[in-house]
């Protein structure tokens, strides 16, 4: 069965919905507080799970509820989580604001996440390092990544990184990546380019070593390139009520595909639909369709 190992992040996310960020110095009413499962190593993790693959997920939570919890919402979407440690820092968490265009705002404490260091990454390397895809994202230490990144090199396993949130690559990082997954922001951050086409970047992605390449465009849907060239796949247009977690979803579901030996073309247009599926619900892993749920919505759309 294709297997994706996740080593990466895990948050609980404090929602509250406002009408408007505030202004400095500002307090404003919001929503009602909502908890969800978050972080994006987890939602990554669920995503793939949830689109059938199976997932076993590497992360650092604390010995408290929240990390309770979050391994039990995990566990529900299909994760293994025997990979998951408890350490003594609290367990991450996101504080996000939504604005009714779906939009949000993330200010995360990351706790027990920064205790994914290199030992604790390395661990359970006999697990990993079997999968079909390792994922990972830079919400762990990049000096965890740039390790893992390195094995992956080594031992010849494929590894999906999403650059998010945005960070510096080393080239010998970036020679891993297979693809390299980044939104319009993270893409531009990590060329210091502000102004060229998106396919302009990606090619340079290409050119500075990453075998494939896939820019999340949101409304504009997603571009993809590798030695074949490159090529948008369109985004659906759908009502959005919370994006938080959406370029986790499209991740998680693009790793699903790859393992089952899709080519990139097709991987991404699954993931966008389970993106676009995401996105019309509150919250991140909550969420997530199951494949069928996507399969069954993209012959609808077909219809309309
Ligand atoms: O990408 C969305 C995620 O970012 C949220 O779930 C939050 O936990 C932050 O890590």
Known sequence: MNHVAVIGSANV??????????????????SDLRTFAGGKGA???????????????????????????????LS????????????????????????????????????????LDVAAATARIDEWSGADMLVLNLETPLRTV???????????????LNAAPAALLDARTLAVCDP???NEHEARTLLSDPHSAFADLARRFLEQGARSVVITLGAAGALFGDADGIEVVPAFAVPVVDSTGAGD?????????????????????????FAAVSVQSLGAQSSY???SAVEEWVTSQQLV
């Not at 929602?15 to 009413?29: H, I």
């Not at 299909?78 to 939009?103: C, F, H, K, M």
């Open 180 to 182: 390299l997954v980044v």
């Open 13 to 30: 996310d404090l929602v509250v919905e406002v009408a408007r960020r505030p202004e400095a110095g500002e307090t404003l009413s919001g």
């Open 43 to 73: 939602n990554q993790a669920a995503a793939a799970a949830r689109s059938g693959a199976r997932t076993s997920f590497f992360a650092c939570v604390g010995a408290d509820d929240h990390g309770v919890a979050l391994r039990a919402q």
């Open 76 to 115: 529900s979407a299909g994760v293994d989580v025997s990979g998951v440690g408890s350490v003594d820092r609290p367990t991450g968490t996101a504080l996000i604001l939504v604005t009714p265009d779906g939009e949000n705002s993330i200010v995360v404490s990351p706790g027990a996440n920064h205790a």
């Open 289 to 291: 369709p199951d494949r």
């Open 249 to 273: 979803a499209f991740v998680g579901a693009l790793a699903c595909e790859l393992t089952r030996g899709a080519v990139l073309r097709d991987a991404v247009r699954f993931a966008t639909a």
């Open 146 to 160: 740039e390790h893992v990144a390195a094995i992956a090199g080594e031992r010849g396993i494929r590894m999906l």
